[in-house]
């Protein structure tokens, strides 16, 4: 079955320090990931997404991600992140023309 | 900006009602989604509709049906509600690779 992981629940930073939000993926063929952030009674905002070419992608807010084929990893990061950053996270991967979803991260930046 | 509107923000019903909930786009997307989402569970696709009147079911179709007549609309129904699908229900429309989300209906089933 074609699937994402997140393997945490939470993630906790102070203001200034770097955020790295963690995402696995399980994918026949080329993966399409995304990433998609959720701020408190709204709906999904797309960050950023990985089709094809370079590896770090870069997003909205300031965000970026990396693909490793070999480590079937996408996670999420952020230099420096905010409190305004304190969202759920979540990694999605493209299967035919739907996205099947992680369980979501929970972001919490502490000022 | 692709815009995603759902009826309600919040909707409170009883047990065996039928309950609809509305979805709206305006950029012209051929393809609409319906999710439910629940903590620890990530999002979980009900149905999706790939043009007017077309429809597959996603992963959790039991107790839920769809209708799209018009190519902006896509309407979730629960036909007898229970209390097991109280939840966020969010709805999106997809352009390319991408998926833009309405703002979610809380319903509670009670």
């Known amino acids: 079955a074609q699937s994402v992981a997140q393997p945490e629940d939470q993630v906790n930073v102070a203001e200034g320090n770097p955020l790295t939000v963690k995402c696995t993926y399980s994918?026949?063929?080329?993966?399409?990931l995304f990433w998609y952030v959720q701020y408190p009674n709204r709906g999904l905002q797309f960050l950023l997404k990985?089709?094809?070419?370079?590896?770090l992608v870069k997003g909205s807010y300031g965000f970026e991600a990396e693909f490793n084929k070999s480590q079937t990893s996408f996670h999420l990061k952020k230099p420096s992140a905010l409190v305004s950053d304190s969202a759920l996270y979540f990694c999605?991967?493209?299967?035919?023309?739907?996205?099947?979803f992680g369980a979501g991260t929970t972001v919490t930046v502490r000022a | 900006d692709v815009k995603v509107t759902q009826s309600s923000r919040y909707l409170v019903k009883r047990t065996g009602e039928k309950v609809f909930l509305e979805c709206v786009q305006d950029?012209?997307?051929?393809?609409m989604f319906w999710y439910r989402q629940d903590p620890g569970l990530g999002l979980r696709l009900i149905y999706f509709s790939y043009d007017v009147k077309m429809k597959e079911k996603g992963d959790i179709p039991e107790g839920y049906s769809v209708s799209r007549e018009k190519k902006e609309r896509f309407s979730l129904i629960l036909e007898s509600a229970s209390t097991n699908q109280t939840s966020m229900y969010l709805c999106?429309?997809?352009?390319?690779?991408?998926?833009?989300f309405g703002p979610g209906t809380r319903l509670t089933v009670t």
């Open positions: 999106a429309s997809m352009f390319r690779y991408e998926q833009y």
């Open positions: 994918v026949s063929g080329n993966p399409y």
């Open positions: 999605a991967v493209r299967v035919l023309y739907k996205l099947s």
């Open positions: 950029m012209d997307h051929e393809n």
């Open positions: 990985y089709i094809t070419g370079d590896n």
